[in-house]
């Protein structure tokens, strides 16, 4: 998926499963293939409701207005683009989305998808046009004691 940044909010320009411009060539559709299968592994953990939010992520989603259901409808989103992957992330293995809600809301999660069968939300908030993804701060460490139920 493609999104457009210029004056308000990131909007859809194309639905697909295309990656960031970080892809090299001869790789990018390796690259493309593997983004499919995250989405795919999110959205299905999303449908079964098999994810967790960090307390990180709720105080985020609570700053920034976003219900429970836009977070579900983002994440589950046919319209989404796995804009950053962290293989080696020692903490384990996790992705920066871009999803949109029904209505169109931009929103970004950084996801630990290291575990089988749980999703952890490790931080999420409204994507917008002078929104950088919020991977350059430090994001906490956190344990399963951690996670919000």
């Not at 308000?8 to 970080?22: E, H, I, L, N």
């Not at 960090?54 to 589950?76: G, K, S």
């Not at 989404?80 to 020692?90: A, G, L, R, S």
């Not at 350059?136 to 004691?145: A, E, R, Y």
């Amino acid at each position: 998926m493609l999104y457009a940044i210029g004056h308000g909010k990131p909007r859809r320009t194309s639905c697909g499963r295309v990656q960031d411009g970080g892809a090299t060539e001869g790789n990018e559709v390796q690259d493309q293939e593997r983004f499919a299968t995250i989405i795919t592994d999110i959205q299905q953990k999303i449908s079964a409701r098999l994810y967790r939010l960090t307390v990180h992520a709720e105080r985020e989603r609570e700053a920034d207005r976003i219900t429970i259901r836009e977070l579900e409808e983002a994440l589950h989103s046919q319209c989404c683009q796995v804009i950053e992957h962290y293989p080696e992330d020692p903490r384990g293995a996790s992705c920066l989305r871009l999803g949109f809600t029904e209505l169109d809301l931009p929103i970004h999660t950084v996801c630990g998808i290291s575990l089988p069968d749980m999703l952890i939300i490790v931080t999420v908030y409204i994507a917008t046009s002078n929104t950088e993804p919020k991977t350059t701060i430090s994001i906490p460490v956190f344990s399963m004691s951690d996670v919000a139920r």
